[in-house]
């Protein structure tokens, strides 16, 4: 057995040394999971109560009745998604959380939402805005603002949104608002059950990007994967869908870990050479590993530092490199400080990329034997790799401000 097409995921317990699980070659499963090198297989992780278990494991008793649900384990197969030709984004796109305490529009060529706070699936009635004006109206947002939507999010609205999308045709809906792009959920990989809940997550995923697809939306697959196997099955999906230039992953739970980041990065520069085409990364949560991101061939950046600042009365403050308190009368808009936070957020990611870039290009091995001389022409300056990382240690940090 090739040992390259099992490498250790990156939150693996066990040694890089290790070998395959002796349970899984003997496994049904074991063709479209790739094995486990954690134990003997994957059914460590059960959870011992197979009359309510919900998760789509083998011993569970409803494990057929969840694979009906999602139409089986694998994912091969000619899946119907489309990208509409892609329009260039930038480095960085504000997530913007909604639009209280803002008076104005926010006037930003192009801004990121949360689309389960836009399709509001969690209430009763599974509310959802019906037009454009009425989107631009609700996140306080320019005319001109193009908007990109981003299905990252926790488990229960991941599966609140499965459950109710056919009942208010959620994908309809949302194709009437005139979106640019939209990501597919992340349904998430828990590394402590069963590997077939990890596949008919993935099912799950590509289901709704088809869906997406289907209702006339532009979509950006969310590529989630704990093993070799997993990136394999992205790469045979990209492969059958060569205008797809924009892949997502984010950052944010386990991906927010320097170890894990820096795997998953790795993993889509190796798609990259195996599918022979470059792609752009939609990294949410990502400015954490921008270090790692400058690898890559195209890249954008999500995240909701500067909104969560603001709302909390941050500021950044170029003098002393900090988010600075401001004190405003109660109930006073907050709409210049957003707008600032986002354009020095914004700056300061630019600012720090070209320094990363320089810093590669100084340890280079053709100007690395070059000598001093040559560093000195780059323009860099030796450390400029770890004060843009000192940089972003203070810049990303959002204490107790909470979300993405």
């Known amino acids: 057995m090739d040992s390259k097409a099992h490498k250790l995921g990156p939150a693996a317990r ?10 899984c070659y003997s496994c049904a499963f074991f063709g479209p999971c790739g094995g486990t090198f954690t134990d003997f297989d994957c059914m460590s992780g059960c959870c011992g109560r197979p009359s309510t278990c919900t998760l789509a494991c083998p ?38 959380q909604h639009g209280y305490r803002r008076a104005e529009p926010l006037d930003w060529p192009i801004v990121a939402l949360p689309t389960f706070a836009v399709t509001r ?18 996140f306080r947002l320019g005319q001109n603002t193009r908007v990109i939507l981003v299905s990252v999010d926790g488990d ?7 459950r109710k999308r056919h009942r208010h045709r959620l994908p309809e809906a949302l194709a009437r608002i005139g979106i640019e792009h939209i990501t597919g959920p992340n349904f ?7 590997r077939t809940d990890h596949l008919t997550n993935r099912r799950r995923m590509l289901i709704c990007c088809e869906e997406f697809s289907r209702a006339g939306l532009s979509v950006i697959p969310h590529l989630n994967g704990i093993n070799q196997k997993d990136w394999d099955t992205w790469r045979d999906v990209l492969r059958d869908h060569k205008d797809i230039c924009y892949v997502c ?20 520069l190796e798609l990259e050479q195996r599918l022979g085409r470059a792609l752009h990364l939609i990294a949410v949560g990502g400015a954490r590993h921008l270090n790692l991101l400058v690898e890559l061939s195209g890249y954008t950046i999500i995240d909701s530092v500067p909104f969560m600042k603001t709302c909390f009365r941050r500021v950044w403050s170029q003098t002393t490199a900090d988010w600075m308190f401001m004190r405003t009368s109660p109930g006073a808009p907050l709409n210049k400080f957003l707008l600032a936070n986002i354009g020095r957020y914004s700056e300061l990611l630019e600012r720090s990329r070209i320094r990363l870039q320089q810093h590669q290009l100084n340890f280079s091995p053709a100007i690395s034997e070059a000598g001093d001389e040559a560093e000195g022409k780059c323009g860099a300056t030796p450390g400029a790799h770890e004060d843009s990382l000192q940089l972003f240690a203070s810049l990303t940090q959002l204490g107790g401000c909470g979300r993405l």
């Open 14 to 23: 066990a040694a890089p040394e290790a070998t395959l699980g002796l349970g």
């Open 188 to 194: 998430s990989f828990p590394i402590n059950v069963p």
């Open 249 to 268: 992953k984010e950052f944010q739970t386990g991906g927010s870990i320097a170890r894990i980041g820096a795997w998953h990065i790795r993993q889509v």
């Open 156 to 162: 229960a609205r991941l599966e609140n949104f499965w």
């Open 121 to 138: 699936v969690g209430a009763t009635s599974g509310q959802i805005v019906a037009s454009t004006d009425e989107l631009k109206l609700r």
């Open 59 to 96: 011993r569970a008793h409803g494990f057929v009745r969840v694979l009906e649900d999602c139409g089986g384990l694998s994912s091969n197969g000619n899946w119907g998604i489309q990208q509409r030709s892609p329009q260039s984004l930038p480095l960085y796109i504000p997530m913007i």
